[in-house]
């Protein structure tokens, strides 16, 4: 195949070479529109530092938590909603922590694997009822579920807190069983005893609560469920997520600094030449 060109001295080899001026002032200009994107790097060592702690909420669901009068305000409101309400608000301080949650009556399972999604686990929270796991209350299977939850996660410190109004009457797992594996893992666990002393068993959460280096509380009602949740937050604070932890590093100076050299010696060249 052959081509003819009227004017050969336009289709010069020398017209489709590319010289290195104009490569370099593309080069350079690439490096201008670097910097202005404002390139950042986080510091993210500093970042594991304040990672929080892995904590699951065992939450009894059987069919006593169905009952009112948990309220002097909302008397007719079902003790289980009171209890869902209280936890919604403790999650909001919960700023830096991994939160999962389990549910449990006469066996348990894991709503939700701990996370730091806080705004899903409480759609999750509101997705449970009194009743969902069965009527009865297996504490060992609600414990040993919370004990697998945390398998998964990578924070030092783990905690568990376990919210009931009955007695262990159901499961597979003792809770002696769950518990001496809780002290193997060095996990803690918070117990809380809903209603009168006669409601749930108090020497049961209190040797819990005590074989882990943790706390036992009883909350006859909702105020108090409120305070016992208030002292989990001293108790247990969690840090405080902020964006001074995420540590940013400006990196616009690095492509700025090059495209200036880079200029500063074309114009030098063009200059002399």
Do not use: C
């Not at 200009?29 to 990672?51: C, H, I, N």
């Not at 892995?54 to 009112?68: I, Q």
Request: aromatic share 8%.
């Amino acid at each position: 195949m052959r081509f003819y060109f009227p004017k050969v001295e336009r289709v010069s080899p020398s017209t489709f070479s590319l010289g290195w001026q104009p490569l370099l002032n593309a080069v350079i200009f690439s490096l201008f529109v670097a910097a202005l994107a404002g390139p950042l790097t986080y510091d993210r060592l500093a970042s594991r530092e304040r990672s929080g702690r892995d904590l699951v909420l065992v939450l009894d669901t059987s069919g006593s938590m169905a009952e009112s009068g948990f309220s002097k305000e909302r008397p007719d409101t079902r003790k289980y909603d009171l209890v869902l309400a209280i936890v919604e608000r403790f999650l909001q301080n919960r700023h830096d922590d991994n939160v999962g949650l389990v549910i449990f009556g006469s066996f348990a399972y894991a709503a939700s694997p701990v996370t730091y999604d806080l705004q899903a686990l409480k759609e999750i929270l509101k997705m449970t009822d009194v009743g969902v796991a069965g009527q009865s209350t297996a504490i060992g299977e609600g414990i040993d579920q919370a004990l697998r939850s945390l398998h998964f996660g990578h924070a030092k410190e783990k905690v568990i807190v376990l919210i009931t109004d009955g007695y262990q009457n159901a499961g597979s797992v003792s809770v002696k069983q769950a518990v001496e594996q809780a002290k193997k893992e060095g996990v803690k666990i918070y117990t809380i005893g809903l209603g009168t002393p006669k409601d749930f068993d108090a020497k049961l959460l209190r040797r819990i609560a005590d074989e882990t280096g943790a706390k036992m509380f009883a909350a006859k009602d909702a105020s108090q469920l409120q305070e016992v949740f208030d002292e989990l937050d001293t108790l247990e604070p969690s840090p405080i997520r902020s964006k001074a932890m995420l540590n940013p590093r400006p990196l616009y100076w690095v492509p700025l600094l090059a495209a200036m050299v880079m200029l500063i010696g074309l114009l030098a060249f063009r200059r002399g030449a």
